[in-house]
């Protein structure tokens, strides 16, 4: 069709009803000396690609760059790249349509896809799955650095065609520092970018940040205050306490929150002398014991510091006052942490001590004192503790280095799968990266021998198959075939263990296409 004239829809249907021998297009569509009506197909060919894009019919459009030539790259095989086509055929909701996938929700979709790209090593994937990848990748930021490796060079030249795929070739593209105008009228988000950007730049970046900061400081909302106030973890150093300290006397209890963070990261800071020199006064080692002395009262000066003064229910306020000094103090004050929490103290403080040390641990993220004191939580919660015991010690686990987290989940599933649930061994297994070492490979299975014939354990048993299919080593396929095999048709775990034993298979063939 020539670029110059284009013939509305309403030209080539009548065409196409009365016939190119009583009628023709418009003078200039089609080439000359085309046939009438192979020019009428062109341009109802051309016309329904426009009208399917939602876009009117445009003249001299640029033409793009050629994409760069990467036939140097070898493909993947066809059946890899079909089973990649199967993982990317999801609706908008995000629930696959492909029954070839045995996995149904989402979020197990994206995990199979993650490791079949994981596992391309260098190869590229057929051009046809480039945007299904890239709209993928726009939607789960996790998946950005696989998506831009498989893609090649490729990827890169479709993602500069359209502008909600931007994000491949900005993926390590900061804020400009530089951008008046951007810091005067942008975003928060943006203008946190470019605070953050400025922050990069050693000690003068740092300096400029926190009078870029003074300047606009008054005249912030508090959320916006928070916000711009959270990019000085960039950074981070002793010359930002006087900013940090003013921060903590804001009317506004989300700027307060922020402070006290950063300050907690400041282990020389005077908060964390504060904090310190309250704690040591109320915790102390003599004699090889632990003796404690809760503060008496919750004085103006430890609520500046963030200290809540009004306990949970069921919580004394002289316990709760204890427990917040020590979620502030810096752990080096106790020394190592088997060593002090081996020294005995009075049952009345005990669970006061380890839950106070327990939330500094989780939020300082300190991997010695997150394992110390693990297997001391992980008992309270057992025997039924306070109703937030679970959450902080799922916080504790996301401090956990990973051979003492594949420790625990065995420790853990060896006692039992209910009592397993009970202390969130979900969250562990969740936590534990691949390949899963051997000693967890055996638990599984032997909590899912112990659970394949009790209907009262479905639920159980559903959620560890769920994790366990997509995370045990897909050597295991024959394993979990023949435990699936071995459980009579009529019996309701059948299904749950078949899907199990399914989706293991489906891995262990999707790696060998990649092998």
């Known amino acids: 069709m020539n670029a110059e004239e284009k013939p509305d829809w309403g030209d080539v249907l009548a065409t196409a009803l009365v016939g190119t021998q009583r009628r023709t297009l418009p003078a200039g569509v089609g080439r000359v000396g085309e046939d009438p009506a192979e020019a009428l197909l062109d341009a109802a060919g051309s ?49 696959g349509t492909s029954n070839a996938v045995p996995v149904r ?48 060079p490729r990827a890169g030249w479709l993602a500069r065609q359209r502008p909600e795929w931007g994000f491949l070739g900005a993926t390590a593209v900061e804020a400009p520092a530089d951008d008046p105008q951007g810091w005067e009228l942008g975003s928060i988000g943006k203008r946190v970018g470019i605070l953050t950007a400025v922050r ?15 300047d606009v400081w008054p005249t912030e909302t508090p959320d916006d205050r928070a916000a711009l106030l959270g990019a000085f973890a960039t950074g981070l150093s002793a010359a930002d306490e006087p900013v940090l300290e003013s921060a903590l006397d804001d009317r506004r209890k ?98 006061v001590l380890r839950r106070g040390l327990a939330r500094a641990a989780a939020g300082q993220r300190d991997s010695r004192w997150a394992t110390a ?92 198959c769920e994790l366990a299919a997509l995370r045990l080593p897909a050597g295991t396929a024959e394993r979990a075939t023949a435990m699936a095999a071995a459980l009579p048709s009529d019996d309701p775990m059948s299904s749950i263990v078949g899907r199990f034993a399914d989706t293991l298979r489906f891995r262990r063939d999707m790696l060998l296409e990649l092998a």
Not at 73 to 85: G, M
Not at 316 to 332: D, I, M, N, V, Y
Not at 390 to 395: D, H, P
């Open 105 to 152: 929700d989402a979020d197990g979709r994206l995990e199979l896809l993650s490791e079949w790209l994981g596992g391309l090593g260098p190869r590229r994937v057929p051009g046809d799955l480039l945007p299904a990848l890239l709209d993928v990748a726009r939607r789960h930021r996790a998946l950005r650095p696989l998506v831009a490796a498989a893609g090649g």
């Open 254 to 351: 989300e700027v307060r929150i922020v402070a006290f963070d950063l300050l907690a990261m400041l282990p020389g800071s005077g908060f964390a002398r504060r904090m310190t020199e309250r704690s040591t006064a109320c915790v102390r080692v003599v004699g090889g014991r632990i003796q404690v002395a809760p503060p008496a009262a919750c004085d103006r000066a430890m609520r500046r510091d963030g200290i809540v003064p009004r306990p949970p229910a069921g919580v004394g306020e002289r316990a709760w006052w204890l427990e917040e000094l020590l979620t502030r103090t810096p752990l080096s004050v106790w020394g190592e942490p088997e060593e002090f929490l081996a020294l005995p103290v009075t049952d009345e403080w005990a669970a």
């Open 373 to 464: 004191l693990t297997g001391r939580l992980t008992e309270e919660v057992a025997a039924g503790g306070r109703p937030d015991d679970r959450l902080l010690l799922e916080a504790l686990y996301d401090a956990l280095p990973s051979d003492a987290l594949a420790a625990l989940a065995v420790g853990v599933l060896r006692r039992g799968l209910a009592g397993a649930a009970a202390v969130g061994v979900e969250h562990v297994l969740e936590l534990c990266p691949r390949p899963w070492p051997e000693p967890l490979v055996e638990a599984v299975f032997a909590a899912l021998d112990d659970l394949g014939g009790r209907r009262s354990a479905g639920w159980r048993l559903a959620g560890l």
């Open 47 to 95: 016309l329904a690609l426009y009208r399917r894009a939602g876009f009117r019919a445009r003249r001299g459009l640029a033409v793009p760059e050629a994409a760069p030539d990467d036939s140097g790259i070898p493909l993947v095989s066809w059946a890899a790249a079909a089973r990649a086509a199967d993982l990317l055929a999801v609706d908008a909701a995000g629930y």
């Open 200 to 214: 990069r730049g050693g000690a003068a970046g740092e300096q400029r940040g926190r009078d870029m900061l003074a």
